[in-house]
């Protein structure tokens, strides 16, 4: 257990729906990630929060936004969604690594598995 | 820009053969992490060891090894005496010094058959 939570574990939904995940970090970590696995595209980073800023962006749609609230849990909303949209998303909690350079340790939820019909 | 390349896509070994993943990486940091990751059929990543850009010596643990080689930008993961359990998606994974977000590569299935 990593100590991440992410909610719900499935969602179906239709073709044009909004949907919102919701994820808590490891207590502690003021990081979080979200991140999309599709069969087409693989595993790429969409955004990341810290301490409530935005810090980087990736390949993230406009139709999809994420905020992180002053308690650190974070949420990820999807509208307009598409068959396309169908994957899994994973959420992960960061803190420093301690040692040289500036990287971050990882650690990911179970992830969501979002299903467009 | 940085990029992940694991070619294997798929690894089919007998019990209790020895299996190499290999990954091979790309970036323009001087600094920076890289990582296995594991993700059984349950689907959660399961996080397997990190290596930083400073350290070249391999690691050993348990029927795990890693083999990071910076001349070649390499960090290749061994099983030795596989098991059925070992079965499932590795990913390689690389963490740049400024934007710590993960790149990772296209994983590499291992079927593990008894």
């Known amino acids: 257990d990593s100590g991440v939570t992410q909610t719900p574990k499935h969602l179906i939904t239709a073709t044009g729906q909004r949907v919102t995940l919701r994820c808590s970090p490891r207590?502690?970590?003021?990081?979080v990630y979200w991140y999309q696995q599709s069969l087409d595209q693989g595993l790429q980073f969409l955004i990341h929060?810290?301490?409530?800023?935005?810090?980087a962006k990736g390949n993230i749609l406009e139709r999809f936004s994420a905020q992180q609230f002053p308690d650190l849990h974070s949420e990820l909303n999807l509208s307009s969604l598409e068959l396309g949209d169908s994957a899994l998303y994973f959420c992960a909690s960061g803190r420093p690594i301690t040692g040289p350079g500036r990287g971050n340790e990882q650690f990911f939820g179970p992830g969501t598995r979002l299903t467009v019909l | 820009a940085q990029k992940v390349t694991q070619a294997q896509t798929e690894i089919s070994v007998v019990e209790k053969e020895d299996v190499t993943l290999d990954c091979v990486y790309e970036?323009?940091?001087?600094?920076?992490?890289l990582f296995w990751y594991k993700q059984p059929p349950s689907g959660e990543l399961v996080f397997l060891i990190r290596r930083n850009s400073f350290d070249e010596q391999n690691e050993i643990s348990g029927r795990y090894s890693w083999n990071f080689q910076k001349s070649t930008s390499s960090f290749n993961f061994t099983i030795t005496a596989s098991q059925v359990v070992d079965s499932a998606v590795y990913f390689c994974?690389?963490?740049?010094?400024?934007?710590?977000?993960?790149?990772f590569g296209g994983g590499t299935r291992l079927m593990v058959k008894p």
């Open positions: 207590s502690g970590d003021l990081s």
């Open positions: 970036t323009r940091d001087t600094t920076y992490y």
């Open positions: 929060y810290y301490n409530g800023e935005e810090r």
């Open positions: 994974a690389l963490n740049r010094n400024a934007g710590n977000m993960l790149t």
